[in-house]
């Protein structure tokens, strides 16, 4: 015991080793954080899309991303209406509702999109309504009129003939000066919707709300279905970590007992795991996960048993053999046979503890082999699908022509979390290497 | 020149650094080689022996602390060549050495013949021929048949190999070999072999050897000298005639008192205690803890005296005409 | 010696090992132990001596149940060893104690001397730990490694060589065997130090009447710490007596080539040089034909010692020696 205690202290010697302790330690308490906040089955549902994120923008970089530039982006903000303000005129036959949505607007930068949310109670017939914009500088423009259902998203961008209208598209015509110019520039002011709602029935309400994109969204921005790529990013800290532990400890602990017993009953046993290891190393790992992904399943497990399978008679038999070969012959062995240790004992108790120590540095460096591994596969989509891990967001990303487009922060930063694991497991790996195997010290 | 030792050490100090301290391997150490002579140094394990032996012939380890003192082959001094004069003249060319476990450092992947000839080809020059010859020359100096020339290192006996390293120390004909336990590994009946052959080599070519060994039977089978090494330090330099017979040195006594032999019936005597640690060695007498006959004076490290011609003893019970 | 049965008893042992390419091709056996027979009595102190490749650490191996006998008996109290099953083969290992040649490796490095002590009792099924405790300490009392606290927390890289093998001798005790195999116990120890462990072996054999199997190539040492001598050569034993009569009255040319090697400290040893048999230790895989020591033996009758092997002869009572020159 007193080694290892002893080989802590040396471990605080090293800054590399402190630097990757404490990255290793960010990252688990982000998987903690991660999977209290947001539990996996609500977070598989969410990242299933949908209307959960409705609200969100397409495609928007983080904000500090802008700031960081020197923007002023605009933030999505929803127009909500002022009870105060509601006109209500009873006519025989129903109502005439006037809803003003008021805001105003000084963005360095036009919105992405416009919806507006339509919520209408009503027994049988559903009302109608005409819309209105009115900018900062006194115009008025018809946005046209629609019946409204119960619930209702009129996509303000998407109307062909306002854009035909207004020489661009609606969420940069509607908020630029008259002159539908090349170049728009944003007109700052206070905009206003106005909505004028006829309701046929007595009790019927309707309830508006008008979401103005903007180009930036929250801590990590947002993808091609409007998914916050926090939510990934988060969750694939704890499904990273947790593959390349599994993964890590399930070759390295069968590679052990198996080598083991391969040096203690020499013979036959031990030259059919020699020939078996030889051809399993030369056999292609990555070929052979696309083959069982497409062929059979890509659920997570599949995959992390697959590398487990073929991870097991790797190189690391032979490093572990020829580490174990000197050990096998060393006299204590054959003492404890002496005495009558049977040849379990002998294997897990004074083989094995030998070599221990030589195994934790290259268990941890071993780690972010498999979490690479993971994501490697994801991003060649062969990843589970339904997972959000810093893999897929890298296929979503390929997949979408992300760096053509512009949208670099969807590949930077899964890509920078998965650097910082490497170099987090990295830098305490090499750190235990120099503590616990002295032939490589300088000094 | 001529009445000069064949080699003279006076005040020679190894020290490393190691991780619990500084090592005083070799801590002041003086004593003559003279021309067709054996020299056996004596000590146990921890004495420094195997350092000194490397310190004479300048095979350093990395983290040398202190190297000094003096060095003279016939009469000149060493210590102050650069290390390629030093190698081209000195090392293997005038000194020979035969380092421990060296049958264990033979290149397994090159035929024996070729190796011992190769530092001929490489240091001297000489053509491939020439080298051969004098290496089958040299193998039926230390008693291997020419057959083994061709032949592996793994082909060979432990008694054989040391045989071939002993014919590479001796190639060069230098004039003093310096082995490290040259038999401690090897049978009964191989060593006394190899010391009967030692023993011819000095004879017919009048090689000079200093026999660094633990082993008490050994040194006395071809010793004309004998040097006790203790804590770093020589503590006794005798002949053999009177380091076998009577030693002085209470080390030494008690040394001979210890070794079990085969033709008495006195049952042998260990000695209590263990030597001191080379890192802290003890400020006076460094033999002292474990002496019968320390006295106050121990207290102060003592000096080497020369009681009589061909003994010195390190021991304040000769400085008052002590027990001799 | 004593009127009881003998403690061990030995006939006509061969132990050969098989040499096997690729784990089952097979090319051949090292007859490593070739025609062994003797008896150890119960409190008697024995020495094997030879040199290397004589077969001795085998015979060693085999009394100690690491080898199953290829042929031949080792019988202890009436049973063979060859016919014991896997539980009471675990027993009688546990009856025998091993006291090995390095002190260094002999302990595993990463365990406090407590822990060693302890793993012998634990695999005997020892489930008590005072019970475990108490052995312990009495074991480290008898090798003089006292007070016990202070060692069984340390861990082997502290020790000397002495303290280690020390330790070695305990862990071989803790069993309480009946027969102690100790290969070559002091040849790893300085000089001063071989005398201190051969005494304690001595007094440890004295006080639990305990039986001593010595392995060693040095005959000087085996004077003064056995009652009998049993010389091996290639597999065999080759001479048998107690210990004064053969040092004395050595038959065996092999013995007296030995004794003539071995020098007591003499500055006169370097003005003469000593009467060696020239020629390397057999192979065992390709023994030589007849008696085993022919091709060195200075005493060879050709015709005789190159065709049969010798039978034991009795030159002297007591003594008994395999050599043609005795008939």
Redo the contacts between chains.
Sequence with gaps: MNRWVEGLRQLRQYPSAVAGALIILFLIGLSIYTVIAIPYGQALERWRGGAYWERNPVNAEPIWLDRLTGGNLPKTFTVKPDPDTVASEAFPGGRRVTIPLDFSFDAGGFPSELNLFLDAEYDERAPFVRLTWHTPDGRSIPLGSHQVGHHDRIGLSRDWDLERRLGNVPHVGLFAGPDPAPDPQVLDGDYELTLDAILFEPDASLDANLVVYGQVHGLAGTDHQRRDLLLALLWGTPVALAFGLLATAGTTITTLVIAAVGVWYRGWVDAVIQRLTEVNMILPLLPILVMVGTLYSTSIWAMLGVVIALGIFSAGIKMYRAMLLPIREAPYIEAAQAYGASNARIILRYMIPRILPVMIPTFVTLIPTFVFLEASLALLGLGDPSLPTWGKILNDAQNQSALYHGFFYWVLEPAALLMLTGLGFAMLGFALDRVFNPRLRTQ | MADDPLLSVDGLRLHYRARSGIVHAVDGVSFDVRRNEALVILGESGCGKSSLAKALLRVLPRNVQTFDGSIRVDGEETMGYAEERFRQEIRWQRIGLVMQAAMNALNPVVRVGEQVAEPLRVHLGWSRQRAQARAREVFDLVGVSQDFLERYPFELSGGMRQRVVLAMALIAEPDLVIMDEPTSALDVLTQASIMNRLKRIKRELGTSFILITHDVATSSEIADRVALMYAGQMVEISNAEHFFHDPAHPYAQALMASVPRLHQAERPEHIPGEPPSLADPPAGCRFAERCPKRFGRCAEAPDMLTVEHDRSVRCWLFRYGGNL | MSTQQPLLSVEDLHTWFEL?H???LRVGSVRAVDGVTFALDHGESVAFVG??GCGKSSLARTL???HRPTSGRVVCEGRSLGDLGRAE???Y??R???V???PY??????MDIGRILA??LK??GVRDRAERERRIEAALAEVRLTPAKTYTSK?PHML???QLQRV?IA?ALV?EPSLLVADEPVSML???????IL?LLRRIRAQRNLTLAFIT?????V??FADRIFVMYAGRIVEQAPVDEL?EHPQHPYTQ???????????D??QR??P???G??PSLLHPPTGCRFHPRCPHAMAGTCDVEDPPRFEPRPGHHSACWLHR
């Design positions: 096997r690729w784990g089952f040199e290397s100690l149940g690491l083969l675990k027993a290992r546990g025998v104690g091993y090995q040649q390095d490796g002999a302990l595993p490095p990463f793993e012998p695999v005997h861990f000397s060589g002495g070695v862990r069993l300085d000089a001063s130090v071989r005398v201190e005494e190539h040095d005959l000087s040492t004077r003064h040092l080539a030995l004794l003539t090697a071995l020098a007591d400290p003499d500055p040893n370097a040089e000593r060696v048999p020239g390397e230790a």
